[in-house]
């Protein structure tokens, strides 16, 4: 498809894909960049993982918060949703299957990632949700429809978030969980919008998990 994001960069770290056998797709907030996200990674001593990081067109996925109605944050939430698939499809290409290959996403991008899991579930490395969560106005667990083969999924958020309402992550992971995922949920009480040591720590073993299951 054409669409905003499509003719993008996308910001690659790590390991070479001539080497890495996991991969790890990590979709910035708002106001961000691919750059600033792939940063993250310095917080973690994996050297064996590939990192992807598409690029929103002028840092921005879509326009309007996430719990507006779908199509007044179109075309930008498709396109950013096609920008996943080619980078998780970036992975594939260089020989490391989907069920390597984790989504992680903060803010605006965590609201993406969740969307774009929820929307194509396989058997995915796993799925950090970093202060976001699905996607529209309302959500109808019966609009989603597959299986997650208990892949993994973390959502975190703070309970005083001023732009994710923390009902909005408990009804993201009861769809996760109807998904047959293997979900955690952690609020934060008072910590506002941003990502804290326990967040790392538990991305830090979801990567730990993704690194074992390359060596298997």
């Not at 001593?45 to 507006?68: K, V």
């Not at 020989?95 to 990632?113: E, H, K, N, Y």
């Not at 109808?140 to 083969?149: A, I, K, Q, S």
Request: charged share 25%; with cysteine; aromatic share 6%.
């Amino acid at each position: 498809m054409s669409g905003p994001h499509q003719d993008q960069p996308l910001v690659t770290a790590g390991a070479s894909f001539d080497t890495a056998e996991a991969a790890v797709v990590l979709v910035h907030g708002r106001g961000a960049t691919a750059q600033s996200i792939v940063q993250m990674t310095e917080e973690f001593d994996r050297n064996e993982i590939a990192y992807l990081a598409p690029q929103a067109a002028r840092n921005t996925w879509y326009p309007n918060a996430f719990t507006a109605p779908v199509e007044s944050n179109e075309p930008g939430r498709t396109s950013g949703l096609q920008a996943i698939v080619d980078a998780v499809n970036k992975a594939n290409e260089a020989d490391i299957p989907t069920d390597r290959v984790m989504v992680l996403g903060f803010s605006q991008g965590a609201c993406l990632a969740s969307e774009f899991v929820a929307r194509t579930p396989t058997r995915y490395g796993g799925l950090a949700v970093l202060s976001g969560g699905l996607i529209g106005e309302e959500i109808d667990p019966d609009d989603y429809d597959g299986d997650l083969e208990n892949a993994p999924v973390f959502l975190g958020c703070s309970d005083v978030d001023p732009h994710i309402p923390e009902e909005r992550i408990h009804e993201t992971a009861d769809v996760f969980e109807r998904l047959d995922a293997d979900v955690t949920t952690r609020i934060y009480e008072g910590m506002g919008h941003g990502i804290n040591e326990d967040e790392l720590r538990v991305v830090s073993e979801l990567l730990d998990s993704l690194a074992r299951n390359e060596s298997e």
